[in-house]
C-alpha cells in the first residue's frame, strides 16, 4: 500500500472514532404562570391568615389569597379560589387538630372505642383507648332548635342506604343511629348548605363511608360543646 493510500484510510479511521457531537437539547416550555387569586376577604378571614403564617390583619391580599389557596388545593376544597370561606376554615380545624383532637381532654378516654363529636370545633374523631384511629374530620351539627343531643349514646341501628321517613325520603347515607332518630350519616349535598341539620351529624360522603366501615352497632358515641352560632 501506498504512504498516500495509507495516509487517506488511518484519517478515515480516525474521524469514524470521534465521538458523536450530541444534538442540542430541546428546550423545555416553562410551567404556566398561576392564574391572579383575586378572591376578596372572606367571613373567617382571621383565623386562616393566622394558621398559614401570614400577617393577622383580616384584610385580603394577593400573597394571603394564594396562601390560601395553596391550601384549598392541597385538602381538595372546592372551589379553590382562596376565598376564606366556612369550608375551608372548618378544614383548617380539622387538619390543625390532628395531631392530638383530644389535647383538652373532653373526650373521655376508655379501654373500648369511643367516636368523639366535639360541637365547638364541627370536629368528630375515633379513638380507642388513647389511640386515634379515625382522624378528626369536619361535621355538621344540630340547628339552634333541633340541637344534636349530649352526652353517652350507643350505636344501635345501622343502614347504609337510609332515606328519612320525616324529611320527604331525604337520603341519609351511611347512617349509624345513636339517638332516637338522631344518627351520623353522609350528607350527599353541600355539607354546610342551611347552616345546620335537624339534629344528625352529617359528614361528607367519603368521611361517612370511611367510618361506615369501622364502626360497628354498640359502639359508644360521646357528644359535647355547642355549635358555634357563626353558622347560620
Given at each position: ?16 472514532a ?20 383575586t378572591?376578596?376577604?372572606g ?23 394564594q ?29 390543625k ?8 381532654g ?13 360541637l ?5 374523631w375515633?379513638?380507642?383507648g ?5 382522624a ?19 350505636i ?12 320527604n ?7 349509624q ?56
Open positions: 500500500m501506498s504512504r498516500i493510500r495509507l495516509a487517506s484510510a488511518l484519517a478515515v479511521t480516525a474521524l469514524t470521534l465521538p458523536a457531537v450530541p444534538a442540542a437539547a430541546e428546550a423545555v416550555p416553562a410551567p404556566p404562570a398561576p392564574a391572579p387569586c378572591a376578596r376577604t367571613p373567617y378571614q382571621r383565623p386562616l391568615e393566622e394558621y398559614l403564617g401570614r400577617p393577622v390583619d383580616g384584610k385580603q391580599s394577593a400573597a394571603d389569597c396562601a390560601i389557596r395553596a391550601f384549598q388545593q392541597k385538602h381538595a376544597v372546592k372551589p379553590a379560589e382562596g376565598y376564606a370561606n366556612l369550608v375551608t376554615y372548618r378544614t383548617m380545624t380539622a387538619v387538630a390532628r395531631k392530638n383532637p383530644n389535647a383538652a373532653r373526650c373521655p378516654v376508655r379501654d373500648f372505642r369511643v367516636t368523639c363529636v366535639d365547638d370545633r364541627q370536629l368528630l375515633v379513638q380507642d388513647r389511640d386515634v384511629v379515625f378528626p374530620v369536619p361535621v355538621r351539627t344540630g340547628r339552634d332548635d333541633q340541637e344534636t343531643r349530649l352526652g353517652w349514646h350507643e344501635y341501628w345501622r343502614d347504609i342506604d337510609h332515606k328519612s321517613s320525616l324529611y325520603n331525604a337520603p341519609m347515607p351511611y347512617s343511629f345513636f339517638d332516637e332518630g338522631q344518627a351520623i350519616h353522609g350528607r350527599p349535598d353541600d355539607l354546610y348548605d342551611g347552616g345546620g341539620s335537624a339534629g344528625c351529624v352529617n359528614l361528607a360522603l367519603p368521611d361517612a363511608k370511611a367510618l361506615w366501615n369501622l364502626l360497628r352497632v354498640e359502639d359508644q358515641v360521646y357528644i359535647w360543646g355547642a355549635k358555634p352560632g357563626t353558622d347560620g
